[in-house]
């Protein structure tokens, strides 16, 4: 018989337990130094679906057809003015491009050259002839400025304006924003903070806004793959390349990163970040549970090291079997522990039940093999069976997390009826000196007993009462509300996705030519869900001789004025004192006493001009450089701006092209979401849509969905074919339908619960969380299968028996493992945490609760057990 077999298996462990624990160091050592060679982990979540799927296989054609864009660090860099985050994009793209052992390419896809000539054309034509206006009524001063790009030229164009003033040719309110502005430099590095200056916003007469200050730019590191973070290195060195340009808070520049690979060294940066508190808090409340659950040291000491090897073991066989661990597999750590050490607690509880009714120390060993043996083997078995149910499914990530976990249990177990009887012969625990079971208990299970059929209607309601809510049962697809919104790469891509123009939430769309691409564009603008659509014929403009036009009829006035001046030689500190000097006191003669706003502010460009004079060189030196520096890229840009010519497919930068068509010709259609498409539901709405017209576009909308989706379908799969699988199990082994029957119906019936509470507290499932539900199968299985096993054996007090001590504490033992994961500020794992609590307290609940109810009535059939 089985039950012989182990306890027989128990026994020669007893007889032999430093063989025993010799091999099981072996195996230990092996399995740790496997591990330490091959330990590897992806936080990628598209890894945790297979590639066999049809919107996976469209991710990957996509990702081949464009590989750029693929293993992306999405710098983003924010400048307080239009001009420096220019000039701060343009040089960082510049010193990455000269790191080619870090950098396999940097690049800013709406800057360079082309853009700088031509962007403009892009605009619309009011816009173009609105801009070209503004240059030329900023000609009288850009001449100037251009002959001598320094604050002595600035003061200059001041007094000449001033000048302009007295003659009646203008009037003070016109000058007054710029009076402002400078003003407002000046004031700021007089106080000592950072002073910026734009001219840009001065033409425009408005202040720029995020289209203007902010510049994205794509950078494809150098991975490291044998690092736990391939792209900490790059990212690191993109920073300190920053830092040595001087772009900082302080230098009017903000660099963030975001992307593919910051998300993913950042997500296990997070998951990290809490180890210590997560496993403290599990470490010290396992000790308390278990010494409150066996009262003895010796048996404490003996549970955490068949723990603690079990755990290297399956460590090593989880790697073996699946060469890397994910997001999700690596939960069989908790797990495990809460699983695996259910069995050694169910043994050690009975073992010194045995003890207290007077049998050695051998004795009581082979009669705990022999007692319990079977119940550990059934549940054990019944573990593996559903986690292994997860296996055939698409979600490779619980697949995988599978495999490890029904690897741990067959590990568990093997340990529970070897090292562990090997470790207490060793350690030789006293027993018998406490009650191991619940007397007090006995007027509860007396009520219990007595109102079974009240007690079972009462759980049959409430089972249908979450039934019904299982309808409400909300899933979170998105991957993203996984991350910690702390790090710097998910809030910056929030910031990202609330613009509508730079939103990664897009989806493409490939079409076998370019000549195609307008008709599919057509088609998808055409959809409510859609705001625009971009394709390659996008970056050539319309309306291109109008534009031109007004262009070359600007260039004729501003380029004599931009291209035929000799610069004045700089000047000193005296001459820069001299003319802030005189520019201050003709603005107080312009501004008389005067009290209109214009007055007012020429009187206070005047104080601060006269305080910069009698300021160190270094501030004078610091206000120099705010107005003189975005002057220079504002020429540049202005004499780039004036050479636009005509733009055709053929004049497209090839770096460009390739972004939108493949070389084999196909062409990208890139179609955005309406304003408010950031939720979930609209996602959805939106890639739907999409996919109706092109089912083989790809995207983050419709893979978020696609995740979704295939996520529901391997769970309700894999559910059905663990309740199958484990139904078998149990019916041939118990051989009743009865039993079986009584075995799952309170793991049905906390599963419910569990479903309804999610509802009731707004829990929705997520990537994470979801593995709450094969935890509570297998932990659900296993105590029913103790109590089922028990009753055939005659025990006719459950509550008041050793096996609910030990049960009772096998559950908070599993609450301690995953419920401090609730402590760690990644929201996905604390979630997982948050669920797990709630599914081990419904079942434990319904175990002590319906339970005794439903095995008040004797077995019809008494049959031999031991």
Known sequence: MAVSRIGRIVAASCRLPVTVLLVALLLTAAALLYTARHFAITTDTAELISTELTYRQNELAYDAAFPQFQDVIVAVVEGATPELADASASRLVEALQAQPALFRA??????????????????????????????????????????????????????????????????LDDIAPAMAAIAGTAEAALAGRPAFFSWRDLIAGSAAGSRQTRRILLVQPVMDYAALQPGAAASAAIRDTARRLGMDPAHGVTLRLTGPVPLADEEFATLAQDAELVTGAMVAALLLVLWLAVRSVRCMVAILVTTLLGLVMTTGAGLLATGRFNLISVAFIPLFVGLGIDFAIQFCVRYLAERRLGSGLHGALAATGSGIGRALALAAAAICVGFFAFLPTSFIGVAELGAIAGLGMIIAFALSITLLPALLTLLHPAGGRAEMGYAALAPIEAVLRGNRRAVLVVAALVGAGSVALLPWVRFDFNPLNLRSEAVESMATLRILMADPDRTPNTVSVLVPS??????MARRLQALPAVSHTVTLDSFIPDQQAEKLALIRDAAALLEPTLEGVERLPPPDDAAQIDSLRRTAAALRQGAGQAGDPAAVTARRLAAALDQLAAAPPATRAAVATALVEPLGILLEQVRAMLEAGPVSRQTLPPELVADWLTADGRARVEAFPHNDAG???????????????????????ISIKGAGDAIVTAFLQAALLSALAITLLLALVLRRSRD????????????????????????????????????????????????????????????????????VFSALTTATAFGALWLSSHPGTASMGRLLMVSLGWELLVTLLVRPALLAVPPTEHQEVV
């Open 106 to 171: 940097a690049r800013q896809p709406d800057g360079g050259a082309f853009f700088a000539r031509n962007g403009l054309l892009l605009l619309p034509t009011a816009r173009v002839q609105a801009t070209m206006e503004q240059l030329v009524r900023a000609q009288p001063f850009l001449g100037p400025l251009a002959a001598d790009p320094s604050l002595r030229g600035v003061m200059g164009v001041i007094g000449t304006a001033l000048q302009g003033v007295e003659g009646g040719q203008a009037r």
């Open 514 to 519: 370019l000549e195609q691409a307008p008709a």
């Open 679 to 701: 939720d979930d539901a609209s996602l959805q709405r939106f890639s739907t849509a999409i996919q109706a017209i092109a089912p083989d576009a790809a995207g983050t909308p």
């Open 740 to 807: 079986v029957l009584l075995t799952m119906l309170p793991v049905l019936l906390s599963a419910a619960l569990t479903l309804a509470s999610c509802v009731v507290f707004d829990l929705p499932l997520n990537f994470a969380n979801i593995i709450a539900l094969p935890l509570l199968l297998g932990i659900g299985v296993a105590f029913n299968i103790y109590f089922v096993m028990a009753w055939r054996a005659g025990e006719a007090h459950p509550l008041q028996s050793s096996l609910t001590r030990a049960v």
